[in-house]
Every structure is written in structure tokens, then in C-alpha cells.
């Protein structure tokens, strides 16, 4: 029987800090704009034509948390499996970037497939694994200063 009571964080060294992002995947990009804008409240933190970046809160060590909404069409692999059963595009959490060079050595020491990306133009880097489902889950941090 496993002992749940015990973090196996030291062990992994990293620990989840908070939300990064929730990303959805859109069939219909102007009515959920136009619903998260103006029946949720939600402000527009950035519009980058086929993705827009809704501002949750100051999130952790610089990286604001949002939800994003991705054009299905505009973005079909914009990273994250394009599934008929969910419109879930990724998961992210924050963590902090000195410690995402450990995330990749325990998903290597734990046989989990993963790949980086960077976003210079909001300064962020993303490690990206799958889920059992497949969902995707990014461990995202703030590296730069964005473009």
C-alpha cells in the first residue's frame, strides 16, 4: 500500500508553486471571447489572433495566470493532443524555472516522454509530458523578460 501522507517532492526536486494556465481549445473563438469578456468579466491580457489570453491573477514568480482560448482551426497543434472527447487544450503549473532542468530529470528517471518549448514573445518556457489520458500538463516558468 502506498503512503499518500509523504511528499515525494524532495526526492523530485521541484514542487508545483500554482495554476499557470488553463487552456481551452475553441470551436467557436468569438462567443467564448465574448463570454469569458463579458458575462465571466475576465480581462483580455492578450489577443494574438486565434489565441486570447484572459488575466486570473498575479500568479507565481512573474508568470500571470490566465485562461486561454485557442482557435481549434487557427491552432490545431499548438501543443496539446486535438481529441473529439475534450476541448482541453493543456494544463499548465508554475513552477520555478531553476527547477525545471529537475522536472526533466525525474520524468526521464520515471520513463515520461517530455519536450521544451520557449515563448519569448512572454518570456515564459513550458516542459510539456502527457497525462494517462493524454491530456497534455506543461510545468511552465517565467525565464526572460517577454519580446
Same mark, same amino acid.
Given at each position: 500500500?502506498?503512503?499518500?501522507?509523504?511528499?515525494?517532492?524532495?526526492?523530485?526536486?521541484?514542487?508545483?508553486?500554482?495554476?499557470?494556465?488553463?487552456?481551452?481549445?475553441?470551436?467557436?473563438?468569438?462567443?467564448?471571447?465574448?463570454?469569458?469578456?463579458?458575462?465571466?468579466?475576465?480581462?483580455?491580457?492578450? +489577443? #494574438?489572433? /486565434? *489565441?486570447?489570453?484572459?488575466?486570473? =491573477?498575479? %500568479?507565481?514568480? $512573474?508568470?500571470?495566470?490566465?485562461?486561454?482560448?485557442?482557435?481549434?482551426?487557427?491552432?490545431?497543434?499548438?501543443?496539446?493532443?486535438?481529441?473529439?472527447?475534450?476541448?482541453?487544450?493543456?494544463?499548465?503549473?508554475?513552477?520555478?524555472?531553476?527547477?525545471?532542468?529537475?522536472?526533466?530529470?525525474?520524468? +526521464? #528517471?520515471? /520513463? *515520461?516522454?517530455?519536450?521544451?518549448? =520557449?515563448? %519569448?514573445?512572454? $518570456?515564459?518556457?513550458?516542459?510539456?509530458?502527457?497525462?494517462?489520458?493524454?491530456?497534455?500538463?506543461?510545468?511552465?516558468?517565467?525565464?526572460?523578460?517577454?519580446?
Amino acid at each position: 500500500m502506498t503512503d499518500n501522507t509523504q511528499s515525494p517532492a524532495p526526492a523530485r526536486g521541484f514542487a508545483v508553486l500554482g495554476l499557470g494556465e488553463i487552456a481551452i481549445r475553441c470551436n467557436d473563438l468569438a462567443s467564448m471571447t465574448a463570454f469569458y469578456r463579458d458575462i465571466i468579466g475576465l480581462d483580455i491580457f492578450s +489577443d #494574438r489572433g /486565434g *489565441i486570447v489570453f484572459f488575466r486570473l =491573477d498575479n %500568479g507565481v514568480a $512573474g508568470h500571470t495566470a490566465v485562461l486561454a482560448l485557442f482557435d481549434r482551426e487557427r491552432n490545431p497543434d499548438r501543443p496539446g493532443p486535438l481529441t473529439p472527447s475534450s476541448t482541453l487544450h493543456h494544463l499548465a503549473l508554475t513552477v520555478a524555472a531553476d527547477r525545471q532542468g529537475a522536472a526533466c530529470s525525474w520524468f +526521464d #528517471r520515471n /520513463g *515520461i516522454t517530455w519536450h521544451a518549448e =520557449d515563448f %519569448g514573445w512572454v $518570456g515564459w518556457r513550458g516542459i510539456f509530458v502527457r497525462d494517462p489520458e493524454g491530456n497534455t500538463v506543461e510545468l511552465v516558468a517565467r525565464v526572460t523578460a517577454p519580446d
